[in-house]
């Protein structure tokens, strides 16, 4: 697959998560929010990486990281179990 096609799949990726995310189908604290920003940042970040475009690396780089410390964050604390007794 091309550069030019990831290009467009990772930025409709980040993309398709913003506008969930404004037309309240989502929030910002919700998985798939959190998923498209992870991957569709991620796939834009690699590709910045191989191109050597740095000021893109860190934008998409710093965008993937951050979503997916939230997203790890966000599924831990639905796996933690209720610590009050039943």
């Known amino acids: 697959m091309n550069h030019d096609v990831l290009q467009i799949m990772g930025a409709l990726t980040v993309l398709a998560g913003y506008v969930a995310g ?9 998985v798939g929010y959190l998923t498209a920003n992870t ?3 991620g796939v834009l970040a690699w ?20 979503s997916a410390v ?11 179990p209720d610590p009050t007794p039943s």
Not at 70 to 80: D, E, K, P, Y
Request: aromatic content about 12%; proline content about 2%; glycine content about 10%.
């Open 70 to 80: 939230a997203l790890i964050s966000v599924l831990r604390t639905r796996h933690t």
């Open 22 to 30: 404004q037309l309240g189908w989502t929030t910002p604290r919700s």
């Open 39 to 41: 991957l569709g940042a």
């Open 47 to 66: 590709l910045a990486w191989t191109s050597q475009d740095w000021g893109f690396l860190l934008l998409e780089g710093v965008w993937s990281a951050v």
